[in-house]
C-alpha cells in the first residue's frame, strides 16, 4: 500500500446507514416517501432535489438491522409499516460527496410498504409518484414515447461513440435488452438495469454530478434527479417489488382490509405500471384462492355496486409461491 493510500486510510472512517424507500399506491399512482433538501450554499430559489428518508444505524440500540430499521421508520415518520424487506447493500465510494469522499458512507437499503398515504412527521416529508423519477417506467397510457424520441437515441448515439467494435456491439445489444427493440420484449423488472445504463452513458444528472463535470446529456427530459445514489435504491426497490408481485402477495400490504377487485387491478396495475384486461385480471383471481367474497357492498363506488373481498391469509399456507399470476398486458410493445 502507498504511504498516500496508507495515509487515507488510517483518516477515514466507514459510516453505516439505513435507508427506506417507503411505498403505497393512491388514487392509482404508486407513491414513495422522499425528503425535499437542498445542496449546501443554495438559496430558495434553488431547484429542490428529494431523497429517500435514510437514518443511521445505531448498533448498541438495535439488536437486528431490521429492527433498527423499523424503529427509525416508525419514530421519524409515524408511519405504520406492514412488509419489510432488505434490498442490497450500497458501498461505493463518493455516494455524498463526490469522488473525493474520505469517509466511507455504507447503506443499508429497505423496502417498506405501507397501506396508507398519511402525512410523515419528518420535516419536508412529501409523498412523491414513482414515475416523477422514472417516467420511462409507466406503460399505462401506452409506450412511452420519450424512449423512442429521447432515451433510444442518446443511447445508440453513446454505443457508436464506443471505441471498439466489440465494445459498440455490448453496447447496443445492452441498449436491446434494457429498452427493448423489435424482436426483443421489454422486461419490467429490469429499472435498475435500465438506469444504470443512462447512468453509464451520462444521460441522468447523477453521472456528471458524481464526477464533478457539466451535464452532457438529456437528463432533464428523462425524470427528476435524487440526493447521493437514492434513485439506483429506488430503482432497486421498484424491481424487486414489480418481481414479488408474481410469486408473493405483497400486493396485499397496500391494500386495505377490504377492497373491490376494480382497486386491486388498478393497484397491481400502478406498480406494474400497465393496464391489464379486466376479464382475464378477474378470472386469474376467481382461480387463484387469493381473495374471498366478505359479503357486503362498497358504498365508495359509483353507478353499479362493488362487492368487497379480503385477502385469505391461508394460501400462504397451501402453495410455496401465491402469487399474482399477471395477464397480458394492454399498451405495451
Not at 498516500?4 to 424507500?21: C, G, K, P, W, Y
Not at 434490498?87 to 443499508?108: E, K, M
Not at 387463484?288 to 359509483?302: C, D, K, M, R
Request: charged share 30%.
Amino acid at each position: 500500500m502507498a504511504d498516500q493510500d496508507r495515509r487515507q486510510a488510517e483518516h477515514s472512517t466507514v459510516i453505516m446507514e439505513l435507508n427506506a424507500a417507503i411505498v403505497t399506491v393512491r388514487d392509482d399512482t404508486p407513491l414513495v416517501l422522499v425528503v425535499r433538501e437542498k445542496q449546501p450554499g443554495s438559496n430558495e430559489t434553488s431547484e429542490t432535489t428529494f431523497g429517500l428518508p435514510y437514518g443511521p444505524f445505531e448498533p448498541i440500540r438495535d439488536r437486528t438491522l431490521e429492527l433498527g430499521m423499523r424503529r427509525w421508520v416508525e419514530e421519524q415518520t409515524e408511519l405504520e409499516m406492514g412488509y419489510f424487506e432488505q434490498l442490497y447493500t450500497f458501498g461505493d465510494r463518493g455516494r455524498h460527496s463526490g469522488p473525493d469522499d474520505q469517509d466511507r458512507f455504507v447503506s443499508v437499503g429497505y423496502l417498506a410498504l405501507t397501506d396508507r398515504a398519511t402525512d410523515s412527521a419528518l420535516p419536508d416529508a412529501v409523498w412523491r409518484s414513482w414515475y416523477d423519477f422514472f417516467p420511462w417506467e409507466d406503460h399505462r397510457g401506452g409506450f412511452p414515447e420519450m424512449v423512442d424520441d429521447v432515451i433510444r437515441p442518446a443511447l445508440q448515439t453513446w454505443a457508436a461513440a464506443a471505441e471498439s467494435d466489440p465494445l459498440r456491439s455490448q453496447r447496443r445489444d445492452r441498449v436491446k435488452l434494457c429498452f427493448g427493440a423489435k424482436n426483443v420484449a421489454w422486461d419490467d423488472e429490469k429499472i435498475l438495469e435500465r438506469y444504470e445504463l443512462l447512468y453509464e452513458a451520462d444521460l441522468v444528472t447523477e453521472a456528471s454530478r458524481d464526477e464533478d463535470l457539466p451535464q452532457q446529456g438529456e437528463s432533464h427530459a428523462i425524470g427528476m434527479a435524487m440526493r447521493f445514489d437514492h434513485r439506483r435504491i429506488l430503482a432497486t426497490a421498484m424491481g424487486r417489488l414489480r418481481g414479488k408481485l408474481k410469486y408473493r402477495p405483497v400486493i396485499f400490504e397496500l391494500m386495505l382490509d377490504t377492497f373491490t377487485l376494480l382497486e386491486l387491478q388498478r393497484t397491481i396495475e400502478a406498480i406494474a405500471g400497465v393496464h391489464l384486461h379486466k376479464q382475464n385480471f378477474r378470472r386469474l383471481v376467481a382461480t387463484s384462492g387469493l381473495v374471498e367474497n366478505t359479503g357486503t357492498i362498497s358504498a365508495q363506488t359509483i353507478g353499479r355496486p362493488a362487492q368487497l373481498f379480503r385477502f385469505r391469509r391461508e394460501v400462504l399456507q397451501e402453495r410455496v409461491a401465491p402469487g399474482v399470476r399477471m395477464p397480458s398486458p394492454r399498451g405495451r410493445r
